[in-house]
C-alpha cells in the first residue's frame, strides 16, 4: 500500500465561486498484471471520483468531480478529503 497526500484543486466552488485547494489522501497498491496490460501507454491516467468538500469561504459541503493520476503500475484503492490545503503544509 503507497499512501499519498495529494493536492486536489476546485476551480470553482459553486458555494462562493472562488478556487480552492483541498488535501486528499490516496491510498493505491499495485496494479495486478491483467489489470495494467489493458493499454496504459498514453501516459499517466486520470481516475475520477466525486466526493464532499467543505468550502473553506463559507463552510458549507458540496460534492465535486476530480481526478487523481494514476500510473501503470498501481491503481487507487481509496481517496479521503482531509481538508483544505494550507501553503506551509506539505
Ligand atoms: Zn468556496
Do not use: Y
Amino acid at each position: 500500500m503507497i499512501e499519498n497526500i495529494e493536492k486536489v484543486t476546485i476551480k470553482k466552488c459553486p458555494k462562493c465561486r472562488k478556487s480552492h485547494a483541498f488535501r486528499v489522501r490516496v491510498r493505491r497498491t499495485k496494479a495486478l498484471a491483467f489489470a495494467a496490460a489493458g493499454g496504459f501507454d498514453d501516459g499517466p491516467l486520470k481516475e475520477r471520483f466525486i466526493r464532499s468538500f467543505v468550502c473553506p469561504e463559507t463552510s458549507l459541503d458540496f460534492e465535486s468531480k476530480f481526478s487523481v493520476t494514476v500510473d501503470s503500475g498501481s491503481m487507487v484503492k481509496s481517496v479521503k478529503i482531509l481538508g483544505a490545503w494550507q501553503p506551509d503544509q506539505s
